[in-house]
């Protein structure tokens, strides 16, 4: 038998401006990976963030990103170990301080944008990310890019990891995400990406933007609450998933 965990980046909604389609989101997937007021966010998209997902029964966990606001935390920022270790364990707080209020745990911790993708390549950081962790709560589950430098480091500071694997993003040869802006770097098409996510699960392969082959193993599906398609997306997922029966569950079922 086969299983996965379904999560999402939402509360991602500040001031103002909405973003994304969480309601609808958190009513098919499994885990919440909840902005934490960096690179989204607000307190008070925080707090009704978390109680929506409890309401849903979904686990939630801290998406923390660069203090960039205005590039949404996809813009790359030159910080140190320091830093990173820092950058999380602020964010990581405020949302276990939230959760804390509304009886419940975070599950898991997910960086955010160009702090992930960096973290997946920059042993550095991802040590730094690891620890920070670990320092805060070593029962929390760390979510990386699977086969990155983040799940090796995560493995190394004694932190159960799991290994992401992305609905709506094309990949390259080394197993990084295609760049956003990149003609191909993103699945459109619903279909095509339930055909990629069940062989990533099956097979634990996916065909890079090059035309190879790569290993992937998938623990987690991450499908974008921003995405314009992204309940589409989820639905069809997640109704996918049961046809070729596989199990979808929080990924603190099983480790």
């Given at each position: 038998m086969k299983y996965v965990d379904l999560n999402s980046d939402i509360g991602e909604s500040f001031g103002a401006y909405t973003i994304g389609m969480d309601k609808e989101v958190l009513q098919?997937?499994?885990?919440?990976?909840?902005?934490?007021?960096?690179?989204?966010?607000?307190?008070?998209?925080?707090?009704?963030?978390?109680?929506?997902?409890?309401?849903?029964?979904?686990?939630?966990g801290a998406h923390p990103g660069f203090p960039d606001l205005?590039?949404?935390?996809?813009?790359?920022?030159?910080?140190?170990?320091?830093?990173?270790?820092?950058?999380v364990t602020y964010q990581v707080g405020a949302l276990t301080a939230f959760a804390a209020a509304a009886g419940t745990k975070l599950q898991h911790v997910k960086a955010h944008g160009a702090f992930y993708n960096m973290a997946a390549k920059?042993?550095?950081?991802a040590k730094a990310i690891a620890e920070a962790v670990r320092s805060v709560d070593q029962n929390l589950l760390l979510i990386g890019l699977?086969?990155?430098?983040?799940?090796?480091?995560?493995?190394?500071?004694?932190?159960?990891?799991?290994?992401?694997?992305?609905?709506d993003r094309a990949y390259n040869r080394d197993g990084t995400l295609v760049a956003r802006g990149t003609p191909g770097a993103m699945i459109e098409d619903a279909d095509l990406a339930v055909e990629r996510i069940v062989r990533m699960i099956k097979e634990n392969r996916v065909d890079t933007i090059?035309?190879?082959?790569?290993?992937?193993?998938?623990?987690?599906?991450?499908?974008?609450?921003?995405?314009?398609?992204?309940?589409?997306?989820?639905?069809?997922?997640?109704?996918?998933?049961?046809l070729e029966n596989i199990i979808v569950q929080p990924m603190r079922a099983r480790f």
């Open positions: 098919h997937v499994t885990s919440a990976n909840i902005a934490c007021g960096w690179h989204a966010g607000d307190p008070l998209v925080m707090e009704k963030t978390v109680a929506m997902a409890l309401e849903n029964s979904v686990e939630i205005m590039g949404f935390g996809r813009r790359e920022m030159k910080i140190s170990p320091a830093e990173a270790k820092a950058y920059d042993e550095k950081m699977a086969k990155g430098c983040l799940i090796k480091a995560g493995e190394e500071a004694g932190l159960r990891v799991v290994n992401e694997v992305f609905a090059t035309g190879e082959d790569i290993d992937i193993q998938a623990d987690s599906i991450c499908v974008h609450g921003d995405s314009p398609k992204a309940l589409e997306f989820v639905q069809k997922i997640r109704k996918g998933l049961q």
